[in-house]
């Protein structure tokens, strides 16, 4: 990674590269933002945060192996099909936050079996979201979308069959905790259903190439992914047997950080190649989407993300326990270039 010192001067303020001496001059409020930025990326760069992040990953994806039918079951191309987008990698972001919020609260009951449940679904999300009668997209996670490798019917069908999964698992592997396995059910089918995920994704698509207040696309990038990430987080905290109080926080925190999620995602669809997200780039310009991006211009929409992530670390700090890896989470994210 590149690494730059701000240095004061006399006469200018310069950042100097580390590596090769080069010295660039800032002018003044940019000086305050940078060493926010110099900051933020030297503490979420740790390798203490980076290795647990890998750490976190390998579990989640072992897991994976674990829960989800192999590639060899009847029928072979439905499986290889939830397989090909399964296995492409993906940030795992939802699973991590089931997982580190569970760990805030009590370690008692395993969080993986959870943070599978919701890593398929988001992916049934994932492969419904790329199909031609959606945003049409020929790229995701590294690969070729699943309609591309496998065709149209057999991607709705690996999406129909990971949707359903997800609640298999929680039913099968919460079991033993029937209060446990029901909230965790109820708040994934609540958060992914009309009303949320769903119902995001409707007005998402109803509302191509329409002019959109700010306060309606806030609204929509709440429900289309706001709801999910606020729902690893609700997971995370009902493992861990977290009270109401504690439960309505990390509701919010989880809610916040969903809004900045998409906003940046939307940043990125407008900036970053697809060599860096590993997804079809441009793809909301192509389809006439409404983001705050596209309406007030990447600035804006950048003090927007910045904002709310903000306000979920003043919400994070009033959740108990060790919140040192989520707050490098949310800063990371904050930053991520996929
Ligand atoms: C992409 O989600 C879809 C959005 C909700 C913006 P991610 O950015 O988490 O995708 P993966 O899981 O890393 O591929
Ligand atoms: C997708 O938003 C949100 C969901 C999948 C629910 P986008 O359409 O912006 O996601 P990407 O950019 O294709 O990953
Ligand atoms: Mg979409
Ligand atoms: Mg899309
Ligand atoms: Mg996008």
């Known amino acids: 990674m590149k690494r730059f010192q701000l240095v004061t001067t006399g006469c200018a303020d310069v950042i100097v590269c580390w590596h090769c001496s080069e010295k660039t001059r800032i002018f003044g409020k940019q000086i305050e933002k940078l060493q926010d930025l110099i900051d933020n990326l030297l503490r979420m760069n740790t390798p ?53 919020v569970a760990r805030c609260f009590n370690e008692n009951t395993a969080p993986l079996p959870a943070a599978v449940a919701i890593e398929c679904l988001h992916t049934y999300t994932l492969i419904h979201d790329d199909l031609p009668a959606m945003d049409n997209s020929d790229l995701r996670r590294g690969r070729p979308t699943c309609h591309k490798e496998f065709g149209e019917a057999a991607a709705i069908l690996a999406g129909d069959a990971l949707l359903t999964l997800s609640f298999e698992i929680l039913s099968s592997s919460y079991s033993n905790s ?36 700010t306060e309606k696309l806030s609204s929509i990038n709440r429900k289309k992914t706001g709801a999910l990430l606020a729902a690893a987080c609700i997971m995370g905290a009902r493992i861990g047997q977290a009270n109401e109080a504690q439960l309505a926080l990390v509701r919010q925190f989880g809610a916040l950080l969903g809004e900045s999620f998409q906003v940046i995602d939307d940043i990125l669809d407008y900036t970053a190649s697809a060599e860096q997200t590993g997804k079809s780039s441009g793809r909301d310009a192509a389809n006439g989407k409404v983001t705050l991006a596209s309406i007030e211009g990447i600035d804006s929409a950048r003090n927007r993300a910045t904002f709310l992530t903000q306000e979920s670390l003043n919400t994070l700090s009033n959740i108990q326990g060790n919140t040192a890896f989520l707050e490098s989470l949310v800063r990371w994210l904050e930053q991520r270039a996929s």
């Open 178 to 213: 029937p209060s446990l396995a029901n909230f965790l059910i109820q708040d994934l089918a609540v958060a992914s259903g009309s009303r949320w995920l769903v119902g995001g994704q409707m007005e998402d698509i109803e509302n191509e190439g329409l002019a959109l207040s």
């Open 48 to 100: 203490e945060f980076t290795n647990e992040l890998d750490l976190w990953r390998e579990k989640v994806e072992k897991e994976i192996n674990r829960l989800v039918p192999s590639s060899g079951t009847e029928p072979q191309t439905l499986h290889r099909a939830m397989r090909h987008s399964l296995e492409a990698g993906g940030k795992r972001i939802r699973p991590i936050l089931v997982c580190a």
